[in-house]
């Protein structure tokens, strides 16, 4: 009798155990998904919309999520206030290092000339000096992410390289833009051309939206239109907003030079995709005009055929993002 009762409490706590993990793991879940909600909702100007989700994944401890918390707060207000620098500390003290750079970087925003910032157990350059120490250990362990951080925390261009060398996108991205405007040293003017492309093929083939886009622009002005055609496509297929609406836009029959052939109704599906953009940035607009235009040369059939074809890249693709970047420049 005694053996049967100890069997059923054994259970019990087995049950019991069970059914905690499983209620653990759901939350978890929850908070993941309204973190990826967050991001993308600020990814897409939307830092209001983005708010509770954020605060929601925020409040589980996830580092990230705090760091984009006091993002979308900042924004919203235009300076940090109590709460965004509360949700910066709470993420920098999980060792966060973008959290660290923008607490590092307060004695410069709007607060400090309205004599209304909170008051911090760290100064500023305390939080720059941890955030340079970390990343330094980081990139030490060949981090590249952390070597660009560097050159964020101290402006050195010699962290971009090195950073870009080891495989970063958003540094070689950021290396190649660099070159194109004029900076660096090149002999001669075909040297700077082939170290632009190098590093925006680099980034492309890595996967940075804004890359494929530049990769685009560089194969049309040596009219490789096949070749550019090819990386407007993939740019867009990343739901980087201008890459999508570029390509909207030339098959509504624009700009010839990338030679795409006239396709309203896909130009229609894709570009009404924009409509859900009342974030901020103009594209929703843009699209709302080009729109018009393109309606008058299809019939009903042919808009329910666009209809079918929008709701089909939502769900096939990544959802549209202005990608702007983490720290916001």
């Not at 500390?89 to 290092?97: F, R």
């Not at 060398?165 to 051309?193: C, D, H, I, K």
């Not at 509504?252 to 009404?272: I, Q």
Request: net charge neutral; charged share 25%; with cysteine.
């Amino acid at each position: 009798m005694k053996l049967q009762s100890l069997r059923v409490v054994c259970y019990a706590l087995l049950l019991s155990a069970g059914i905690s993990f499983q209620a653990r793991a759901q939350i978890s879940n929850e908070q993941h998904s309204a973190k990826d909600r967050g991001i993308q909702l600020y990814n897409q100007f939307k830092a209001g919309s983005a708010l509770p989700h954020l605060k929601q994944a925020a409040e589980d401890g996830d580092a990230e999520a705090q760091y984009y918390l006091g993002e979308a707060i900042r924004k919203n207000k235009k300076y940090i206030d109590n709460d965004a620098k509360t949700a910066y500390e709470n993420s920098a003290k999980q060792g966060d290092i973008y959290s660290m750079i923008r607490l590092g970087r307060m004695d410069k925003d709007l607060c400090m000339n309205m004599g209304n910032c909170s008051k911090s157990k760290k100064t500023a350059k305390e939080w720059l000096e941890q955030a340079e120490y970390l990343a330094i250990k980081q990139a030490g362990q060949g981090k590249a992410e952390s070597m660009y951080l560097l050159y964020e925390i101290t402006g050195k261009n010699q962290w971009l390289v090195q950073s870009a060398e080891n495989g970063y996108p958003l540094s070689q991205y950021l290396l190649a833009t660099e070159y194109l405007e004029g900076g660096g040293f090149f002999v001669l003017p075909s040297s700077r051309a082939e170290a632009v492309e190098h590093w925006m093929k680099a980034s492309a083939q890595n996967g940075y939206p804004r890359a494929m886009s530049g990769m685009a622009a560089i194969l049309v002005e040596r009219k490789d239109a096949a070749n550019a055609r090819v990386w407007v496509e993939r740019a867009a297929a990343t739901g980087y907003v201008e890459a999508l609406f570029n390509y909207g836009y030339y098959l509504a029959g624009k700009n010839g030079e990338f030679g795409f052939s006239a396709d309203y109704v896909t130009s229609y599906a894709l570009l009404s995709l924009f409509l859900e953009l009342d974030g901020g940035g103009g594209a929703k607009e843009d699209a709302e005009y080009v729109i018009s235009k393109i309606k008058k040369e299809l019939d009903q059939s042919q808009l329910n055929e666009a209809q079918k074809l929008a709701a089909n890249w939502k769900n096939t693709h990544p959802p549209l993002s202005f990608f702007p970047f983490k720290l916001s420049r």
